[in-house]
C-alpha cells in the first residue's frame, strides 16, 4: 500500500510499505477516505521529537471498513467510521473512566496510545490506504447515513472538533461567560466554535496570523491581532478591565512573540494576565518533558519561567492535557448531522495523498491560506 512515511526532519515520502492487516482477533481494518494533517504532526516533521524514522504518520483518520477481526462484534465491513487520535482498550482503569486519551494497556510503561505519533506506542498512522484499529469495536465511531457527504466535518471528530472542546472543557466555560483563547490554529478556531456552542457572551481569539483570525472573525469571535503586552491590554479593555471569565491555551511550547520568535512561556504568562481572578485556564496545546532543539534554556528540559505568583494571588486554576476524544465525538458527531456544527469551515487544501510532502512543506511554514490539509487515498 501506499504510506507517508517519516525519513527526517522535514523529510516525509509517499512509499510503498506492507499492507496493514488484522493483527489480533479484536482488530478492524479501514481504508482510509480522508486524514488530516495535524498542528501536532509538526512537531515530528520539525525533529522536535523523538520520533523514529521509517513511521507512518497521521492520527486524523476517517474511512470505510474491509475487515474485521473474528472477535469483532459490533463494527461491520462497510461501515464508514471515523476514528478517535487515542488508541485505547476500553477496559483498563481509566478507559472505565472515560479517559480514554491515558489507556493504561496500549502503551506499556506510559499512559496513553495514538496512531502515528512519537512516544505513543508502536500504531503505524493512517495517512495511508489503509489502517489497521486495534479494539475496533471500542475505538471505531459509526457515522451517519450522510456520512460521505459530510466526510470534511466528519473527519475533524478525530481529533481536533474534541481537543478544541475539550479545551473549552478544561477552562469551565458556562453559558454567557467570556473566553479568550490563545491560537488561531485549527484546535483554536474549533476552541472558539466549541465555545459559540456552549453559549459563550463574548469569544476573543489571539493570533499573529491574519488568514487565521479572518476565520476566527467568521465563527463570530473578536480578533486581536498582538500577543505581546498591547494585546493583553486590548483583551483587559474588552472584558471592562476584569480579564475573561476563563481561557484556553491552544498553541503549545513552540508559540512565538510578534516578531515570530519562540517565547514558550508567553501564552501561559499573558493568560494568568488575562483571565479574572479564579477564573480557570485550560492548556491542550503541546507541552513535551523535553525539547532539545529548543533555543531556551528551560524549554529543552520541559521547563518555562511561569508567573506562579500571580496565578496563586488571583487564585486561578489549571487543566491540562489531550483530549479523551471519546468523551466528545459521539455528541459532537449529532451536531454535525443535526447542521449545528460545521468544522470544515476551517478546511483550506484537500490533496491526494501522493501530495503529502507539499502539504507538510507549506503548511508547517504557516504559508498565507494554509489554514487546514486534508489528504485524500485513493483519489487522484
Known sequence: MKALVYNGPRDVAVLDVPDAKIEKPTDVLVRI????ICGSDLHMYEGRT?????????HENLGEV???GKAVERIKVGDRICLPFNVACGFCENCERGLTGYCLTVNP???GGAYGFAGMGPYEGGQAEYLRVPFGDFNCLVLPPDAEDKENDYVMLADIFPTGYHAVELAGLQPGETIVIYGAGPVGLMAAHSAMIRGASKVIVVDTHKDRLALADKLGAITVDNVEQEGVERILELTHGMGADCGCECTGYQCCNQKGHEVPNL???????TVKATGGIGVIGVFIPEDPGAKDELAKKGQMAFDFGHFWFKGQKIRTGQANVKAYN????KL??????????IISHELPLEQAAEGY????ARKQGWTKVVLKPGQP
Open 33 to 36: 477516505t480522508s486524514t488530516n
Open 50 to 58: 523523538d520520533m523514529e524514522s521509517g513511521r507512518i504518520l497521521g
Open 66 to 68: 474491509v475487515e474485521v
Open 109 to 111: 510503561g506510559t499512559a
Open 267 to 273: 501564552t501561559m504568562n499573558n493568560l494568568v494576565k
Open 330 to 333: 459521539r455528541r459532537l458527531c
Open 336 to 345: 454535525i448531522e443535526a447542521d449545528r456544527a460545521k468544522p470544515s469551515m
Open 361 to 364: 512543506k507549506n503548511f508547517d
